[in-house]
Structure formats: C-alpha cells, structure tokens
C-alpha cells in the first residue's frame, strides 16, 4: 500500500516497513511478550494490504465554507487534513470524495458537522455523521436528497437525536469453510473492521476445536453473533450473552437469518452470569432460562480491549476448553498466566487485522491440564 500521508498520519506507524518486514515485526514483539509460555508457533494469518477497512471513522476539518477529512497527526496533538485513506475498502473509498462535495456545497449538511462514520458491507454502505447541533426536518429533507443521490443509507446524530435515511444497517454477508453466513450490521454496534480477515478468524476457529469433545458451548461477548452462528452446528446448544442490548437484538436477527435454533441469548455480563449460575442472583432478563440444562464443554470469549476482570477470569478457568479472541496483546498476556495454572496451550494464531499499524489481534485456545481435573 502507499499513501501520501504516510509520515504525517498517526494511523499508520509502520508505514516504514512493507508487510513482510511487518509481519516479522510483529511476530518478534509477540515471541518477546509471551516467551514466558513456550510457544512453540505462532500461526499467522495475512490480510489483503490495502483497502481491507469495512468501517472507519474521520474527524471533518472547517476552513471557512470548506471542510475535508481529518485524523490526528502524527507528531503532533493537531488534525491532518486528508483526501482519501487505501486502507478503507473500495466502496468506502470511491464513496468518500463525492460524499463530501455534497456535503461541502450545502450549509445545513455542512455546518457543525465534527465527523463522519463509514460502515461498508459486500453490497451496501451505512454513513454516520455527527453533528453539535440540533437536526431537524430541513437537515432531515437536506441529508435525503444527499442519500439518494449516492445511493447510500445515511444517519444523523445529534445529542439525544437519531434520524435514519434509507435504514440503519446493512446486509452482510461471509463466506467460511464453504459455507455463507448472513448478518444485519447495525449503526452504533460493534463489527469486525476487517472482512477478509474476520472469515479467516471463523475458519480458524472451526478449524481448530475440532479436536476435543464438543457438547454445549458458552459465549461472552457475543456482538451480533459474528461467531456464534458459524460455531453453533458444532454444539448440540450454545448459551450466547452481551451486555448490549442492540447487539443481542442484532444477534437474535442474525440467528433468524441463518435459520440457527439452537442458540439461546441471554443480555447478561459475564459477572452476572457467574452469579446466576452460582445461584446467587436471579435476573429477569433470562426469562425463566435453565442454565443448569447445559452441559458445557467450551467457552468463547472475545473482550473489549481491558480483557477478563479478575472474577470472570476464574469463571472462565472452570471450562474443559477455552478459546480466547483478543485485540490487546497486554491483556491477553495477563489473562494467559492465569489460565495456564489450570489449562495448556494448544493452538495460538495472529490475525492481521491492520496492516501498517502496530495492532495485532490473536486467537488462543486452550485444554484443561489432567492434573487440573
């Protein structure tokens, strides 16, 4: 990938190297980091190396009547102005330059606006933009004609305010081991900012839990059900829980959409859900689920970047099998030396979510020791 901004934006550190002096990078930072657990391999997955964003975000820069793309510098505690970004995917891209001439030409669209949200899908494309002013039925008729024009599906935030055009989502869909799976992605909810590399994470998965006996399954932090529904064929039942309340909606849809009926959804933390099936607490938000009508074999977590509080941590070390998405190595690193006093590491991948950056997002999965039976 080459960029103009390359030096100056302060998305792209790495923008020195090229990928293959990357992806060395980034496996030497993470044999350094977990040294301490003798892996003995890092599976590594690639991503295409550019255009590979399915969602972004840029902050608008004003100058008088005319506004552009910004994000933050790189040296500097200032916005860059921009024109265009490759890594964003070719829709999100051709999108952006006609988006903002509409945008640019009409003062009601234009004024107070502070940034614009991209969510892209294989047919589709669902635009945020943010406003610090009130939007009523003139910015509402403004932002229509605007929408139509680019055949897009657009939404206007204010503070308490929301106005949908066209719709709120859009209609995705992945292919993993053979197979399709479909999936509303909602404004405002979680989504792997990655398509390409999202599928290789799926088939991963499948691909590795295989090997141990399988009967119910556990997931927390479940998003929209990106992975539950491809995992739940493999489990007689899945218990899936999000805190969220529009992505269990979403994940419900999308179990419907896949004509998936073996999952259960529950909107429960996973520290609420260590007390109901400990039974110290009940929650209505169950609806007269029996959690004890499980056998669970697995468990699947995927945290925010914070990882596992320490109750939730000792929860997860009661499972036979544990698979551990991650997007901070430090925190995946503090998870993992509590998880090995009771479970070994079987398979440790790196998926490269964002090239030419320094993130790294890893899968881990784990078997209980003998000696911890």
């Given at each position: 990938m080459t960029c103009e901004y390359f030096g100056k934006c302060g998305s792209c550190t790495l923008y020195e190297l090229d990928y293959d002096e990357q992806k060395k990078f980034k496996i030497e930072y993470m044999r350094e980091l977990f040294g301490a657990f003798d892996i003995k391999e890092f599976e590594w997955r690639s991503s295409k190396k550019s255009h590979y964003r399915s969602r972004a975000e840029f902050m608008i820069y004003h100058n008088d009547d005319n506004i552009s793309y910004a994000m933050h510098s790189l040296h500097e505690k200032l916005k860059l102005p921009i024109k265009q970004c490759p890594k964003t995917d070719e829709k999100?891209?051709?999108l952006m330059p006609k988006l903002l001439a509409c945008i640019e030409k009409n003062e009601i669209?234009?004024?107070n606006l502070f940034s614009i949200e991209f969510l892209s899908s294989c047919d589709e494309i669902l635009v945020s933009l943010l406003y610090h002013k009130k939007?009523?039925?003139i910015w509402e008729n403004a932002a229509k004609e605007c929408a139509d024009i680019l055949n897009v599906k657009?939404?206007?935030r204010?503070?308490?305010?929301?106005i949908s055009i066209n719709g709120d989502f859009v209609k995705e869909r992945l292919d993993a081991n053979g197979k399709r799976y479909f999936y509303n992605l909602h404004e405002g909810s979680f989504s792997q900012p990655n398509r390409g590399m999202n599928e290789q994470m799926i088939e991963w998965i499948l691909g590795r839990i295989l090997e141990a006996k399988r009967v119910d399954l556990l997931e927390l932090y479940c998003g929209h059900g990106n992975f539950t529904i491809p995992l739940a064929p493999l489990f007689e039942k899945v218990l899936a829980t999000e805190i969220s309340k529009t992505?269990?909606?979403?994940a419900k849809q999308n179990a419907a959409l896949n004509s998936t009926q073996n999952i259960e959804f529950a909107r429960l933390s996973a520290e609420e859900l260590t007390f109901a099936l400990k039974g110290v607490r009940e929650f209505k938000r169950l609806g007269g689920m029996n959690l004890f009508a499980y056998d669970f074999t697995h468990v699947l977590i995927d945290p925010p970047r914070a990882g596992l509080d320490g109750v939730s941590r000792e929860f997860v070390k009661r499972f036979e099998n544990i698979i551990y998405?991650?997007?901070n190595p430090q925190?995946?690193?503090r998870d993992l030396k509590e998880f090995v006093k009771t479970h070994k590491i079987a398979h440790f991948a790196l998926f490269d979510q964002f090239p030419y950056t320094r993130h790294i997002e890893s899968g881990v999965i784990l078997h209980r020791l003998p000696s911890s039976k």
């Open positions: 999100i891209y051709d669209l234009r004024k939007l009523d039925t657009l939404i206007g204010s503070r308490n305010i929301k992505s269990i909606s979403a998405i991650s997007c925190t995946l690193e």
